[in-house]
């Protein structure tokens, strides 16, 4: 129903910042959200914003990073500053097939599309 193609990725220095950002095929109605995967480790949800621009993240990266949406475009964005090498990973963005609890949905992102995910490296 909703394609996701994501952009930005790279590789930065530690300290540094980057932006990632999300084309929806269509507006979504409901959550939708940046999530996570370290080679080494488990997918994490990183943030969550739902239509009314209400945002939600992971302690881990409270301060560091923004979500925000461009409703008439359909464009997702994630702005991370302060970039630390545990923040290494397969970015995904997200969007909720469903009416769901962004709250709840960051930590189990059920009835989900997915992007195809871009690689963010962070180095020492």
């Known amino acids: 129903q909703v394609q996701l193609v994501e952009s930005g990725g790279g590789s930065v220095q530690a300290g540094g910042s980057l932006r990632l950002s999300c084309a929806a095929s269509?507006?979504?109605?409901?959550?939708m959200g940046w999530f996570r995967q370290a080679s080494d480790g488990d997918r994490e949800g990183v943030a969550t914003i739902d239509s009314d621009g209400t945002t939600t993240y992971a302690g881990s990266v409270k301060g560091r990073f923004t979500i925000s949406k461009d409703n008439a475009e359909n464009i997702l964005y994630l702005q991370m500053n302060s970039l630390k090498p545990e923040d290494t990973a397969m970015y995904s963005c997200a969007a909720a097939a469903s009416r769901v609890r962004c709250e709840l949905w960051l930590t189990n992102p059920r009835y989900t599309w997915w992007g195809q995910g871009s690689q963010v490296t962070v180095s020492s």
């Open positions: 269509t507006y979504s109605p409901f959550c």
